[in-house]
């Protein structure tokens, strides 16, 4: 029996055309919380980027599993090694970088470029306000935005020993650390509730979905995941600008 789900923001939660729920997503949220299923966001998004939502959830699991939180409480923080914070730093400043800074409460981004204005765009989100890299330097970070080309990350990854990039867009990539992830994420979050990993669904659409889809009991891959998400859901529902999530609940019997 599903005890708790877990939804993915941008390509799962969110129509990647109007950057907005579905009324179908909307009701559907609504028949779990009065089945007593208990629902969570997982996002990449710090607290800050998550928007206003028509239904309460019941946790959030945010930058990729370094943050989370159910009500007042914060039941995990995990932020990126300072070493490493400092390698990155240094590295954007010397290869003329553009990067965002993602804090627990806050974002920043270095400078503006087509790049971020893009990604600004993709996610209907207004841009992070602009700040030096020594201010980033002095705040516990739990996830950087890497602007730069998918050759240059193995590159990146010999400077940060304890960081990863899990990479969801080809002119972006996330930087983590290792031990940080949406399954992680998501272990924590039912170990505070008492729930066991085969009460767990989660639905995603992008790589740093992967982790999240492998451990849920029922990992559910939108129709508009790419091909590896998809290789690693049990099930694929259809895209998020046509109830994918509605579908799969009813597919599963859950509502």
């Known amino acids: 029996m599903i005890k708790a789900i877990f939804f993915d923001i941008d390509g799962t939660l969110l129509s990647t055309q109007s950057h907005s729920i579905l009324p179908g997503t909307i009701q559907a949220l609504k028949t779990l919380h009065e089945k007593g299923i208990r629902t969570f966001i997982s996002s990449g998004r710090p607290m800050v980027l998550i928007p206003p939502m028509p239904i309460d959830f019941d946790g959030y699991i945010t930058v990729n599993g370094g ?10 923080r995990n932020p990126i090694n300072k070493i490493d914070v400092t390698q990155w730093l240094r590295y954007v400043e010397e290869n003329d970088i553009v990067t965002m800074c993602f804090t627990a409460n806050d974002m920043f981004i270095n400078r503006i470029s087509d790049s971020a204005v893009r990604l600004r765009d993709q996610l209907g989100f207004t841009m992070p306000p602009v700040r030096p890299l020594q201010e980033m330097a002095n705040n516990d970070v739990y996830q950087f935005i890497a602007m730069q080309p998918v050759e240059d990350d193995p590159r990146v990854l010999e400077l940060l020993s304890h960081c990863r990039m899990p990479r969801w867009h080809p002119a972006f990539s996330d930087i983590i650390p290792n031990n940080s992830s949406k399954a992680v994420g998501i272990e924590t979050i039912i170990s505070h509730f008492g729930i066991n990993q085969d009460e767990t669904m989660a639905f995603g659409d992008g790589a740093n979905d992967i ?18 998400v ?10 998020s600008n046509n109830d994918g999530i509605l579908s799969a609940l009813q597919h599963f019997e859950i509502i």
């Open 230 to 239: 998809k290789q690693h859901a049990d099930y694929v529902t259809l895209d």
């Open 211 to 228: 982790e999240m889809l492998d451990y849920a009991h029922i990992g559910v891959a939108m129709g508009n995941a790419s091909t590896i």
């Open 67 to 76: 943050y989370c939180i159910v009500g007042n409480n914060v039941i995990l």
